[in-house]
């Protein structure tokens, strides 16, 4: 089992930053891949930014050139650097983190509950 903690989120004027952080911790498991994904009301879950193990990384169109995603491995913890903030990136926040199950090397996920991001016009 994999539990995910949260924080950064909160409320900011539209061209401002906020450091979103999501540290795993859990045992049997080894992480592969670490990302944000985001949900505004009345729309779906979407991808914002993802990492690999290795550092790579994939950002959703909305959010190059805006956004940085990061990892220390060592922690365990991957963040979200969002400069540059707009009113439709108003969102609640999720930390996913992808890997595999060392008791049996079954792929999973696991999803953090949440961090709310609200930029104000």
């Known amino acids: 089992q994999v539990q995910l903690v949260e924080s950064g989120g909160g409320l900011v004027q539209t061209g401002g930053s906020l450091r979103l952080s999501c540290a795993a911790s859990?045992?049997?498991?080894?992480?592969?891949?670490m990302g944000w994904y985001r949900q505004a009301p009345g729309k779906q879950r979407e991808l914002v930014a993802s990492?690999?193990?290795?550092?790579?990384?994939n950002y959703a169109y909305s959010v190059k050139g805006r956004f940085t995603i990061s990892r220390d491995n060592a922690k365990n913890t991957v963040y979200l650097q969002m400069n540059s903030l707009e009113p439709d990136d108003t969102a609640a926040y999720y930390c996913?983190?992808?890997?595999?199950?060392?008791?049996?090397?079954?792929?999973?996920?696991?999803w953090g509950q949440g961090t709310q991001v609200t930029v104000s016009a």
């Open positions: 990492i690999t193990k290795d550092g790579s990384t």
């Open positions: 996913n983190v992808n890997g595999l199950r060392t008791t049996d090397w079954s792929r999973r996920d696991y």
């Open positions: 859990g045992s049997r498991f080894s992480i592969d891949r």
